[in-house]
């Protein structure tokens, strides 16, 4: 009953990792899959817009907010649910980078 945007900067967090585990119902399911069914399965309601970009600033505005993309694009919402993806940065130990999300962990 609500109009949502989602606004996805298309990186995932565990894009490396071969299989994604503890989530009900979808253990073992490789990180890129979980993200087009998850798509899919939100493509079905009407009220719901999905834009691959990033997201720039969020001001406060009469009646809600503006949202400025990266694009140059600027957005009204009455409110936010601002997630944002971490970024790991690994520490400088040689051939530690090959191993992310495969046998190395956060």
Same mark, same amino acid.
């Given at each position: 009953?609500?109009?949502?945007?989602? &606004?996805?900067?298309?990186?995932?967090?565990?894009?490396?990792?071969?299989?994604?585990?503890?989530?009900?119902?979808?253990?073992? &399911?490789?990180?890129?899959?979980?993200?087009?069914?998850?798509?899919?399965?939100?493509?079905?309601?009407?009220?719901?817009?999905?834009?691959?970009?990033?997201?720039?600033? &969020?001001?406060?505005?009469?009646?809600?907010?503006?949202?400025?993309?990266?694009?140059?694009?600027?957005?009204?919402?009455?409110? &936010?649910?601002?997630?944002?993806?971490?970024?790991?940065?690994?520490?400088?130990?040689?051939?530690?980078?090959?191993?992310?999300?495969?046998?190395?962990?956060?």
């Amino acid at each position: 009953m609500r109009r949502t945007l989602v &606004i996805d900067g298309g990186v995932s967090r565990n894009a490396a990792a071969p299989a994604m585990h503890s989530y009900l119902s979808r253990d073992s &399911i490789l990180p890129h899959d979980f993200r087009a069914t998850a798509y899919q399965e939100l493509s079905r309601y009407d009220t719901v817009e999905r834009r691959e970009g990033l997201v720039d600033d &969020i001001r406060k505005a009469e009646g809600g907010f503006l949202v400025e993309t990266m694009d140059g694009s600027v957005l009204s919402a009455h409110k &936010i649910l601002l997630t944002i993806g971490l970024v790991d940065q690994l520490p400088a130990i040689k051939r530690l980078a090959p191993l992310w999300g495969k046998g190395v962990h956060h």
